[in-house]
């Protein structure tokens, strides 16, 4: 140290400047150099979200502590295992993201989680969120758990590989304090999810659907005899037959009619408007999914999987003196249904209608007392099976109803302009509810409103004159307590919003004209995100690009110049991935 440190070296002598100079550079790259390894790892380890960190270490739960281990097999629990920080290393997936049944060697102990910062560094235990670590090492022993929730400085909920004895479990157990926390680099603290819509001709909005969507079997709630009905192939292999059957057995005439398509894979086919009378339309793939839906007066309504039909149904608006109900019952025997017309909190009227088997009932109050009610929401309760709801305005648009399952604390809705759209939201609980409301333009919140709904009440917020000027945003909505909410746009056409649960890593839209059509993508989480917007025209790629779409923002996409213009009736495929 005297040599490097000594006046000798360090002296301000002429004959020494050039030394100096060239040991101050030795030494900065000797630091620089020490550092490097530690930054280059940091930054080469893959993105991961918190929540695909706690999916990953719940699935190792109930397999062995097994020393020096770090892999498992979800649906075989006596395979493999894994030891404290081989665990970790797992759900968190670092070096590299592997497979449960795949190790990444072991290259790291309790000791590098404490002492150093390769994949992670150092935080205070008050800053723990899920998907962060508790760590200790003292003497050669140490451990290592996957905070979730709960008391950070007590017993929290934890994800560990806790010993032979116990294996990998999930629960609370006491952390004293010389646990320390430490977090993850490249950190997200969501998976890549985005929204879509589509805003077509009639200034109508259809919705992108989450992968999953396709199904085999398809339900069209509602279809006139002058209807048009189109089916997409979602297979890009396989070409498929599809069967359409219209039934109503409400006019003591059950099936009205039958016929099939044959669909190429990614192909669009349209049905030949055959039909006898007005029922509903239930569609049979022989194993290829598909996509379909019904035109109407110049707007597109998607068919539905059997999974969006409930027992509780909610329709956010109704006016008794203009809209209609429809009820649809796939089911093979007769179903009960209760409607009620609801307002501050109170029930103006109860109705019990009977639907008969694979029928569609319809429900006017236009000729009744309850007409002169200027606005209601409407709760559907079915016992006997599942049923589909929908609401006809005097537009002659549908709107389909909210399913008990879908209603959420927090909700999204794309495409609001304050100066044109009203917001409708509906408190269908027994108490409360106090919501806070966001509209959010080119990622940040432009104006927030706080409101307060009563039980079993439907509000409406008109905000047209305070935010004239502001132009097209998206409103977040959060509540403490699930609430259902819609947009009501021109000509009484509605769009509904949606939890973030409906947003997805890889989006579709059924039937889009690039020519005519404008897409918009919304990016609801809090990282920045990629979107690839790939176009099909049959099976062929005919428009690929990618976006990059900041956290809270919606990208309008116009592709009237794209080659994908030149297309009709093309299909649009939405991938995500966090940027």
Request: proline fraction near 4%; hydrophobic fraction near 35%.
């Given at each position: 140290?005297?040599?490097?440190?000594?006046?000798?070296?360090?002296?301000?002598?002429?004959?020494?400047?050039?030394?100096?100079?060239?040991?101050?550079?030795?030494?900065?790259?000797?630091?620089?150099?020490?550092?490097?390894?530690?930054?280059?790892?940091?930054?080469?380890?893959?993105?991961?979200?918190?929540?695909?960190?706690?999916?990953?270490?719940?699935?190792?739960?109930?397999?062995?502590?097994?020393?020096?281990?770090?892999?498992?097999?979800?649906?075989?629990?006596?395979w493999g295992g894994?030891?404290?920080?081989?665990?970790?290393?797992?759900?968190?997936q670092?070096?590299?993201?592997a497979?449960?049944?795949?190790?990444?060697?072991?290259?790291?102990?309790?000791?590098?989680?404490?002492?150093k910062?390769?994949?992670?560094?150092?935080?205070n235990?008050?800053?723990?969120?899920?998907?962060?670590?508790?760590?200790?090492?003292?003497?050669?022993?140490?451990?290592?758990?996957?905070?979730?929730?709960?008391?950070?400085?007590?017993?929290?909920?934890?994800?560990?590989?806790?010993?032979?004895?116990?294996?990998?479990?999930h629960g609370?157990r006491?952390?004293?304090?010389?646990?320390k926390?430490?977090?993850?680099?490249?950190?997200?603290?969501?998976?890549?999810?985005?929204?879509?819509?589509v805003?077509?001709?009639s200034?109508?909005?259809?919705?992108?659907l989450p992968?999953?969507?396709?199904?085999t079997?398809?339900?069209?709630?509602?279809?006139?005899?002058?209807?048009?009905?189109?089916v997409?192939?979602?297979?890009?292999?396989?070409?498929?037959?599809?069967?359409?059957?219209?039934?109503?057995?409400?006019?003591r005439?059950?099936?009205?009619?039958?016929?099939?398509?044959?669909?190429?894979?990614?192909?669009?086919?349209?049905?030949?408007?055959?039909?006898?009378?007005?029922?509903?339309?239930?569609?049979?793939?022989?194993?290829?999914?598909?996509?379909?839906?019904?035109?109407?007066?110049?707007?597109?309504?998607?068919?539905?999987?059997?999974?969006?039909s409930?027992?509780?149904?909610y329709?956010?608006?109704?006016?008794?003196?203009?809209?209609?109900?429809?009820?649809?019952?796939?089911?093979?025997?007769a179903?009960?249904?209760?409607?009620?017309?609801v307002?501050?909190?109170?029930?103006?009227?109860?109705?019990?209608?009977?639907?008969?088997?694979?029928?569609?009932?319809m429900?006017?109050y236009?000729?009744s007392?309850?007409?002169?009610?200027?606005?209601?929401?409407?709760r559907?309760?079915?016992?006997?099976?599942?049923?589909?709801?929908?609401?006809?305005?005097?537009?002659?648009?549908y709107?389909?109803?909210?399913?008990?399952?879908?209603?959420?604390?927090?909700?999204?809705?794309?495409?609001?302009d304050?100066?044109?759209?009203?917001?409708y939201?509906?408190?269908?609980?027994?108490?409360?509810?106090?919501?806070?409301?966001?509209?959010?333009?080119?990622?940040?919140?432009?104006?927030?409103?706080?409101i307060?709904?009563?039980?079993?009440?439907?509000?409406?917020?008109?905000?047209?004159?305070?935010?004239?000027r502001?132009g097209?945003?998206?409103?977040?909505?959060s509540?403490?307590?699930?609430?259902?909410a819609?947009?009501?746009?021109?000509?009484?056409?509605?769009?509904?919003?949606?939890?973030?649960?409906?947003?997805?890593?890889?989006?579709?839209?059924?039937?889009?004209?690039?020519?005519?059509?404008?897409?918009?993508?919304?990016?609801?989480?809090?990282?920045?995100?990629?979107?690839t917007?790939?176009?099909?025209?049959?099976?062929?790629?005919v428009?690929?690009?990618?976006?990059?779409?900041?956290?809270?923002?919606?990208?309008?996409?116009?592709?009237?110049?794209?080659?994908?213009?030149?297309?009709?009736?093309?299909?649009?495929?939405i991938?995500s991935?966090?940027?």
């Amino acid at each position: 140290m005297v040599g490097f440190f000594g006046s000798r070296v360090w002296g301000l002598g002429s004959g020494n400047i050039k030394r100096n100079l060239i040991l101050i550079t030795m030494l900065q790259l000797i630091i620089v150099f020490a550092i490097l390894p530690t930054l280059v790892r940091a930054d080469s380890c893959p993105v991961v979200s918190r929540d695909s960190i706690i999916k990953y270490a719940q699935s190792g739960v109930g397999s062995p502590y097994v020393w020096g281990g770090d892999k498992w097999n979800p649906n075989n629990k006596g395979w493999g295992g894994a030891d404290c920080s081989g665990y970790v290393l797992k759900a968190w997936q670092i070096p590299y993201k592997a497979g449960y049944t795949q190790s990444v060697g072991h290259p790291y102990s309790t000791f590098n989680f404490y002492f150093k910062k390769t994949h992670w560094y150092p935080i205070n235990r008050n800053n723990l969120a899920k998907g962060d670590i508790l760590v200790y090492r003292n003497k050669g022993r140490g451990h290592v758990a996957i905070y979730h929730y709960g008391d950070k400085w007590g017993s929290p909920v934890v994800y560990e590989a806790r010993s032979r004895k116990h294996g990998i479990v999930h629960g609370a157990r006491y952390f004293p304090s010389y646990y320390k926390g430490r977090r993850r680099h490249r950190l997200v603290n969501s998976d890549p999810k985005l929204m879509a819509t589509v805003k077509i001709s009639s200034n109508s909005y259809l919705k992108a659907l989450p992968e999953g969507y396709a199904s085999t079997k398809l339900y069209v709630d509602f279809l006139s005899k002058k209807d048009p009905l189109f089916v997409r192939n979602s297979d890009y292999s396989s070409n498929t037959m599809v069967g359409a059957t219209l039934f109503n057995y409400h006019l003591r005439r059950g099936v009205l009619g039958q016929q099939k398509v044959g669909v190429a894979a990614y192909q669009q086919s349209g049905l030949a408007q055959i039909w006898r009378g007005n029922g509903f339309i239930r569609l049979l793939t022989h194993g290829q999914k598909m996509y379909a839906w019904r035109q109407n007066a110049g707007f597109k309504y998607l068919a539905k999987n059997i999974s969006q039909s409930a027992r509780t149904n909610y329709i956010n608006y109704f006016e008794p003196k203009r809209d209609l109900l429809y009820l649809t019952n796939p089911r093979f025997k007769a179903v009960k249904a209760v409607v009620y017309l609801v307002n501050n909190n109170k029930v103006y009227h109860r109705k019990t209608v009977r639907i008969a088997r694979r029928s569609v009932a319809m429900v006017s109050y236009k000729r009744s007392k309850q007409r002169r009610l200027k606005g209601v929401y409407v709760r559907i309760n079915a016992s006997g099976g599942r049923i589909f709801v929908s609401k006809k305005t005097k537009s002659s648009f549908y709107t389909p109803a909210q399913t008990a399952n879908k209603i959420n604390k927090t909700l999204y809705i794309q495409n609001f302009d304050p100066a044109r759209n009203l917001l409708y939201i509906t408190n269908p609980n027994r108490r409360k509810a106090r919501l806070i409301l966001k509209y959010i333009q080119d990622g940040r919140s432009r104006y927030q409103k706080r409101i307060h709904i009563r039980p079993h009440d439907v509000v409406l917020v008109d905000k047209r004159r305070r935010l004239k000027r502001l132009g097209e945003t998206f409103i977040k909505i959060s509540a403490n307590v699930s609430v259902v909410a819609s947009k009501r746009m021109a000509r009484a056409t509605y769009q509904l919003a949606e939890p973030l649960s409906f947003a997805n890593k890889t989006t579709y839209v059924a039937d889009f004209n690039a020519a005519s059509e404008t897409l918009y993508i919304l990016n609801p989480i809090g990282s920045v995100q990629k979107a690839t917007v790939n176009i099909f025209t049959g099976n062929t790629l005919v428009y690929s690009n990618v976006f990059s779409i900041g956290k809270y923002r919606q990208l309008p996409i116009d592709l009237r110049s794209s080659a994908a213009a030149r297309y009709s009736n093309t299909y649009v495929q939405i991938i995500s991935e966090i940027s």
